[in-house]
């Protein structure tokens, strides 16, 4: 991996790159060296500052460039595989007309369209995540594992660790180009040693239907580093374990 820890350090690795010539297998190029610059940049904002408590002010301009200095052409594999450790989930203001959360399509399948129907939420146009989701990525740590192919199903499953124990909630997920799509199935809780008992998500995700639908989708990704944005708006910053 490149890192760059000073601007001398940068200027010296880019008149390497101009003078030198580049490795076929992998060329160096100046986008993926102010990529690599932001990365360093957006994980010492987030070090020590815990999951959603970082200060947006600081932490959306570094995403949004990191989103920007990534091609089109990228594609997720093979980086996409593997665990996942949450770093950072931006904050989005709480519509009591919609509290279970606002999707960016607009759709809003099963009770979500219902509530919204009496509340007026649906007329909302915002995306918004549920105070739920803002209040567990604050507080406990949380891993995503990844197992995917390209035109197969694959899994995604998160886990949020608690000092009582495990919160595991696994979905099926095919990938289509930078976006997965996932539909929850399975949940349960796994309280930590000595019992070890498993109590069951008292969701039943498959009479759930489209509830249990979402969708990532991830603008930037490199072998250490991603920003992914779900179906609710929220944007997540996630390090490769």
Not at 197 to 202: L, N, T
Request: hydrophobic letters at 35%.
């Amino acid at each position: 991996k490149i890192r760059c820890k000073s601007k001398g350090s940068f200027i010296m690795l880019s008149m390497l790159c101009l003078h030198c010539r580049p490795c076929a297998r992998h060329p160096l190029t100046p986008r993926m060296i102010d990529a690599v610059q932001l990365e360093d940049e957006l994980l010492r904002l987030l070090s020590g500052s815990g999951s959603g408590m970082a200060d947006e002010q600081s932490i959306l301009p570094v995403i949004k460039a990191l989103e920007a200095a990534s091609s089109e052409g990228d594609t997720l594999q093979p980086h996409i595989e593997g665990d996942w450790e949450l770093l950072y989930t931006s904050g989005s203001s709480f519509d009591v007309r919609n509290p279970l959360g606002r999707r960016q399509d607009g759709s809003a399948p099963g009770l979500e369209g219902a509530i919204g129907a009496l509340t007026g939420g649906a007329n909302v146009a915002t995306p918004s995540s549920s105070p739920i989701q803002r209040a567990v990525t604050s507080a406990f740590k949380v891993i995503q594992t990844i197992r995917l192919q390209s035109g197969t199903t694959g899994r995604v499953e998160q886990r949020v660790q608690t000092p009582l124990g495990t919160l595991r909630l696994n979905a099926a997920a095919t990938l289509n180009a930078r976006r997965i799509n996932f539909q929850f199935d399975e949940g349960y809780f796994l309280s930590a040693p000595p019992l070890s008992v498993r109590v069951p998500y008292p969701v039943p995700f498959r009479l759930l239907g489209k509830e249990a639908e979402g969708f990532l989708d991830t603008p930037f990704i490199s072998e250490r580093l991603r920003i992914s944005v779900g179906n609710k708006g929220s944007t997540f910053v996630l390090q490769k374990m």
